[in-house]
């Protein structure tokens, strides 16, 4: 059972970046997905979730920025991030929990091991 985080990278302010979150071992429709980011010095935070209905939700920072999406086929997950800032820099997480609308770290069963963001301003 693994997660495959990728798509990170650097980008300037205002630009957009796609990240992707792969499966093997499971099936991504089973489980709501979420990605979380941490910063540099910083907690382990909550970006957004899709959950199995494909509703979705999103921190206020990055609310009307960032999309979740699902490709069943490709067993995948993407997060769209636009009009990126500073403050998006982090390493970005993707982790799987059988729990509807699960927000907190400790629902998560699996993680992928994180893609690096960073944005320049």
């Known amino acids: 059972v693994q997660l495959q985080a990728s798509g990170g990278g650097l980008v300037q302010a205002g630009g957009s970046l796609r990240l992707s979150c792969a499966a093997s071992?499971?099936?991504?429709?089973?489980?709501?997905i979420a990605w979380f980011r941490q910063a540099p010095g910083k907690e382990r935070e909550f970006v957004g979730l899709i959950n199995l209905n494909d509703s979705t939700r999103y921190t206020d920072a990055v609310q009307g920025r960032f999309i979740i999406s699902r490709d069943n086929a490709r067993n995948t997950v993407y997060l769209q991030m636009n009009s990126l800032k500073p403050e998006d820099t982090a390493v970005y997480y993707c982790a799987a929990s059988p729990y509807h609308g699960a927000m907190r770290r400790s629902q998560y069963e699996y993680w992928g091991q994180g893609t690096q963001v960073t944005v320049s301003s």
């Open positions: 071992g499971f099936s991504l429709d089973d489980y709501t």
